[in-house]
């Protein structure tokens, strides 16, 4: 019996180094790790006040809710909230509602509104067209290969960037809303997405095997795709409706009107989108006053990638704010889900304490965040206001947001200084309110990123 027990003692001795040796968690360890956790009173109440509620609701920093200021010193005029309901537009809807603002300051309008639906359909049948033609380029890889498992992991999306509003509106223009209004699946665009890129899968690998077998030319692929971007359309059409290609309008009630989205859009905006607006980063984990661009990272084949130049955070906030000052809204993203209390509207690192809650500290900084993907931009709005103090440093900051009037703060949210610090990732401005030097830097030839890249993995 002895005996016995003498060898299950040992087995369990060899079966503790074995788990060591192998970096597994060993009776010891285990041991060890327990005893990080002591059933305490207090340790008892959190547990069992997290049994029934939201981590959030009780790291509320109550000494973080009271002042909460809504003042700004310099504000652009805005009028109405749009919503992009169940559906990743928030990049289209922050384009459109720069132009919106426009619009209305320069014409006087009580209200106006583009159609996203309109932009939005293109916007598919664009990226559509930029999937095959990218599985077409890599034809000759594997698989395996890096580009086209990414491609087939992406087919179609509904999120994008501001290359895509300057692309789309170039190309297709733009009509008011209520000559292309929202569907359902405008709204709700998973399921759509879902089937559409479905069927584009099922296409590539078609595509590929008709390269691979080398006896069709590249104009009979051609054709091929043409085909495949035709069902594309046409299913599009049955959800999101066919865009218009003439229309009849009145400004302010004044006499009518028949325009293409082309020349609605040239006459009352005109902006050059693609070359008078310079897109700025503010991503420490790379070097700063740099250009870079981001592989396939567009909405148009033959369009332009996200190309950046990027720089320090207080270079971005003289730009913002020379901007904001000059009546004109900016397209920027930033990583909203970090510290925003959605009743208020606000946007600040003080306002939930987990590190007492969860008895640790959370300490990475915005580069550390951003190389193991903890942080990355998110979510695109309109930036609009900022508050200066005495010295004209910006204590805060505020967004028109897409999602409905009743959310946040009338539809907008509110950012402390400190937050838009940590967590303010891009800015698109007018270049006439950016210095020379850094307009130079776009001069340079960019550093090519790859589209995995994990700054960009959450492109809003």
Not at 310 to 339: H, Q, R
Request: net charge negative; glycine share 6%.
């Amino acid at each position: 019996m002895k005996k016995h027990i003498f060898f299950v003692c040992m087995l369990l001795a060899a079966m503790t180094t074995v788990a060591q040796n192998n970096g597994g968690i060993s009776v010891n360890m285990m041991n060890q790790i327990k005893q990080s956790y002591q059933s305490t009173p207090e340790t008892r109440a959190i547990r069992n006040a997290l049994g029934n509620n939201s981590i959030d609701q009780l790291a509320v920093n109550q000494d973080n809710r009271a002042n909460f200021n809504t003042h700004f010193s310099d504000k652009v005029l805005s009028k109405g909230i749009t919503n992009q309901q169940s559906s990743g537009r928030c990049w289209l809807f922050t384009g459109l509602n720069v132009l919106r603002a426009q619009m209305i300051n320069e014409y006087h309008l009580d209200k106006m509104e583009f159609s996203q639906n309109y932009v939005f359909f293109y916007d598919q049948l664009e990226k559509a067209n930029l999937f095959l033609q990218g599985i077409i380029d890599t034809a000759d890889k594997p698989m395996s290969d890096k580009t086209v498992d990414w491609l087939f992991q992406h087919p179609l999306s509904d999120g994008g960037q501001f290359t895509g509003v300057s692309d789309l509106i170039e190309k297709y223009g733009i009509v008011p809303k209520d000559v292309m209004p929202e569907t359902y699946n405008s709204d709700n665009t998973g399921k759509m997405r879902s089937l559409i890129s479905l069927k584009l899968k099922e296409d590539a690998l078609r595509l590929r095997e008709a390269i691979a077998k080398k006896t069709t030319d590249k104009a009979d692929i051609q054709k091929q795709k043409t085909e495949m971007l035709g069902t594309v359309y046409r299913m599009l059409c049955i959800m999101l409706g066919q865009p218009v290609e003439k229309f009849t309008w009145s400004l302010n009630n004044g006499p009518a009107k028949e325009y293409t989205p082309q020349s609605f859009y040239k006459e009352y905006l005109g902006n050059d989108l693609k070359n008078d607006y310079i897109m700025l980063m503010n991503d420490p984990s790379r070097e700063y006053y740099k250009c870079y661009e981001i592989e396939y990272d567009r909405h148009v084949y033959d369009g332009d990638n996200w190309r950046y130049v990027n720089l320090p955070i207080e270079d971005i906030k003289e730009v913002a704010i020379a901007s904001i000052k000059d009546s004109t809204m900016m397209y920027f993203s930033c990583d909203v889900g970090k510290y925003l209390d959605r009743k208020r509207g606000l946007l600040d690192v003080k306002n939930f304490d987990y590190d007492d809650l969860m008895g640790t500290t959370f300490n990475m900084n915005k580069k550390e965040r951003i190389q193991t993907y903890a942080s990355m931009s998110s979510h695109a709005m309109t930036l609009m206001a900022v508050d200066l103090d005495a010295n004209g440093t910006p204590k805060k900051w505020m967004v028109e947001n897409s999602w409905g009037a009743d959310y946040g703060h009338n539809g907008h949210l509110i950012m402390t200084d400190e937050w838009f610090n940590e967590y303010m990732f891009r800015l698109v401005a007018e270049k006439k309110y950016v210095s020379q030097k850094i307009r130079d830097i776009l001069k340079q030839q960019p550093i090519m990123l790859p589209a995995w890249d994990p700054m960009f993995l959450g492109d809003e």
